[in-house]
């Protein structure tokens, strides 16, 4: 991936683009929009930035609760669309009740490509970028533990990363530190945002084959 995110001067902000810069990015491509697949059940999830002080920008990653229907997977904040609500509301929502993070309205950088999951779900990833720190708290229910992830671990030399599983299916995986290997969805979500929003470098990403133990 082309280190652009290194690039000094205005509009960067600790080595990595600004908000102000990711929202732009977001705003001038053409985002994979697959609403109009309308036997899929809709979802939306939060790729949530925030700013942990030495440790520079870091992305919430949780791991699911053993009494959430994924247990033990690592995901980012999200879950279905209400009937009557945005995707961008559900993503906002589901942020606050899974973590008690709240992000307002503006704090909302944009959207990056819907993605048909192998369970039958359309999942919308939305950016957000809170403005300062806030205290997380999982919600029992739904989240086993809540995990900063350094922006810097999405750019490394070893992203993405790439396997064939058993039946020959090319997997993209992320090794994102120990014991966090995440995969399609949520793998896909993070490759994405690194490419988009960092790098500022166009990839795709509907289609990628997830492993079995996802696609639930």
Do not use: C
Request: glycine share 12%.
């Amino acid at each position: 991936m082309p280190r652009t995110f290194d690039l000094p001067g205005a509009g960067y902000m600790n080595g990595f683009p600004a908000p102000s810069v990711i929202r732009t990015r977001l705003a001038d491509r053409q985002r994979l929009d697959l609403s109009h697949l309308g036997n899929l059940r809709r979802a939306a999830v939060a790729i949530t930035v925030m700013d942990a002080g030495a440790t520079g920008p870091n992305v919430v990653i949780i791991k699911r609760s053993t009494r959430h229907g994924n247990p033990g997977q690592w995901a980012l904040p999200g879950g279905r669309i209400d009937a009557g609500e945005t995707a961008q509301h559900a993503a906002v929502r589901e942020l606050r009740e899974e973590t008690a993070l709240r992000a307002a309205d503006a704090e909302v950088l944009g959207a990056l490509d819907d993605f048909e999951t192998s369970s039958g779900h359309l999942v919308t990833p939305f950016v957000i970028w809170l403005g300062s720190p806030q205290p997380a708290e999982p919600n029992p229910d739904e989240v086993q533990s809540i995990h900063l992830l350094p922006l810097s671990r999405l750019t490394g030399p070893d992203i993405p990363s790439w396997r064939v599983d058993g039946g020959g299916a090319r997997l993209l995986y992320l090794p994102l530190g120990d014991g966090m290997r995440i995969h399609a969805p949520t793998g896909a979500f993070l490759y994405q945002f690194a490419a988009v929003a960092l790098a500022g470098r166009e990839v795709r990403v509907n289609g990628l084959a997830q492993p079995g133990f996802t696609a639930r």
